[in-house]
């Protein structure tokens, strides 16, 4: 079955940098082929998207709150998203869930990202 299997998350100080990644296998089509992206969900807050990457030209977009801070890429040979976040904030706490995206959807479980100050 499909698998998305991210990894990374943990407790940061204000500042700090993290890099999750996530996994997936078991997919129907080639992972090139899916569009990727990073949402969070902080408690009581909707799930929100983060960072997308395409599946044909790898182009990325933001959410306004991390632009210049967070950069997500992709390594089709391995078939792993990541997402690198620099200079984190208290406000980017949340779980970070990892999605792919082609005709239908896959998540992930989701991992835990505390930024303390």
């Known amino acids: 079955q499909v698998q998305l299997v991210e990894s990374g998350g943990g407790l940061v100080q204000t500042g700090g940098s993290l890099r999750l990644s996530c996994v997936a296998s078991g997919l129907t089509f080639t992972f090139s082929r899916y569009a990727m992206s990073w949402y969070r969900q902080a408690p009581g807050k909707e799930r929100e998207l983060v960072a997308a990457?395409?599946?044909?030209?790898?182009?990325?977009n933001y959410a306004d709150s991390v632009k210049g801070r967070f950069t997500i890429s992709r390594d089709n040979a391995k078939n792993t998203v990541y997402l690198q976040m620099n200079s984190l904030k208290s406000e980017d706490t949340a779980v970070y869930y990892c999605n792919a995206r082609a005709f239908v959807q896959y998540w992930g479980q989701g991992t835990q990202v505390t930024v303390s100050s």
């Open positions: 990457i395409s599946s044909a030209t790898s182009s990325t």
